[in-house]
């Protein structure tokens, strides 16, 4: 199992935002920025274009009401997308508040904010999804 997969099964916590039938989506631990939350694909799979299609079609369907609320949540010019899929074997997009392409360059400096700091991020988005 991923550690992906971990965190979808309640083996490992994690600071959840939404799930469904086929997607679970929460924090990443050591974000860019505050607001960056992950959206993974029940289905364990590596390679994002390997997804089966009713995942591969779904996916950015369940990740646009997170986007709308990282929008409201946080100041930004717009929710960036990336797929990067190189530390953890199973699919997943990065959902993350940007002003300037340079915000999603994944080769700078991971924040390691506390638990605190993480549930304060969480609180704000899941009010922020209630919302709409």
């Known amino acids: 199992m991923t550690i992906f997969s971990k965190i979808i099964a309640g083996q490992i916590p994690a600071y959840k935002i939404a799930e469904d039938d086929h997607f679970f ?6 974000p860019l920025v505050r607001g960056h939350v992950l959206v993974v694909p029940k289905n364990e799979t590596d390679q994002f274009f390997d997804l089966p299609d009713v995942y591969l079609g779904n996916i950015l369907l369940f990740a646009q009401p997170i ?14 997308i990336s797929v990067v899929g190189l530390e953890v074997p199973h699919a997943h997009l990065h959902l993350l508040p940007i002003n300037n392409a340079d915000d999603l360059n994944f080769t700078r400096h991971k924040l390691k904010l506390s638990p605190e700091a993480l549930q304060d991020v969480q609180t704000r988005l899941l009010s922020a999804l209630q919302e709409q």
């Open 67 to 80: 986007a709308k609320a990282i929008e409201k949540a946080f100041p930004c010019n717009r929710c960036g």
């Open 25 to 30: 989506a929460f924090l990443d631990i050591f």
